[in-house]
């Protein structure tokens, strides 16, 4: 395949994937919503072994949706430890192509050998990040992260705008 058609065929899913994602989120509750979009994100690729969506509360992470074989015993992590809450403290995307040589890495799975978190920021902070572990080494390119970083925007305006309807009106104090 020519560069131009790869090129062609990856803006082809990329929009689909996007457009899904804002039909999925627009129509459906938070959580139903998000185990929709986790389900979404996981079909992108095969390399995708475990996705999962943390959402910020106080100083943690907490695991809001997931898909993927395995349960994870991390479904809450403070902010600043392992890969999650780096990402989440530094707000940037984190790409470990060997998560054997990296101490910042909290195993979840004994099969990922890679993953890649990407941050969902809100107008003021982040507010929560996508965490993919893949079983393959060095699985994920820039061409993940440009796409999982478009996702993040999607679901950044849609928790920012649910936080503001969460919070109570003046008139209800
Ligand atoms: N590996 C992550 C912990 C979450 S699990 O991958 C689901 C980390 O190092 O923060």
Same mark, same amino acid.
């Given at each position: 395949m020519t560069t131009r058609t790869a090129a062609a065929r990856h803006a082809g899913t990329d929009s689909r994937v996007l457009l899904e994602l804002t039909n999925e989120l627009s129509?459906?509750?938070?959580?139903?919503?998000?185990?929709s979009v986790v389900n979404i994100l996981r079909r992108i690729s095969e390399n995708y072994t475990w996705l999962g969506i943390y959402l910020v509360k106080d100083d943690s992470l907490v695991l809001?949706?997931?898909?993927?074989?395995?349960? %994870?015993?991390?479904? @809450?992590?403070?902010?600043? *430890?392992?890969?999650?809450?780096?990402?989440a403290k530094q707000a940037e995307t984190i790409i470990v192509p060997d998560v054997n040589k990296d101490p910042r890495y909290l195993m979840c799975f004994p099969s990922t050998r890679s993953e890649i978190v990407v941050p969902i920021r809100g107008t003021a902070s982040v507010l929560g990040e996508i965490d993919i572990d893949s079983d393959r080494p060095s699985a994920f %390119?820039?061409?993940? @992260?440009?796409?999982?970083? *478009?996702?993040?925007?999607i679901l950044g305006e849609y928790l920012q705008t649910q936080r503001i309807s969460l919070e109570p009106s003046k008139d209800s104090l």
């Open positions: 129509k459906k509750s938070i959580d139903k919503g998000l185990k809001a949706a997931y898909a993927g074989e395995g349960e %994870t015993e991390h479904v @809450q992590i403070p902010i600043g *430890q392992g890969i999650c809450g780096l990402a %390119t820039k061409y993940d @992260q440009d796409l999982l970083e *478009q996702a993040a925007t």
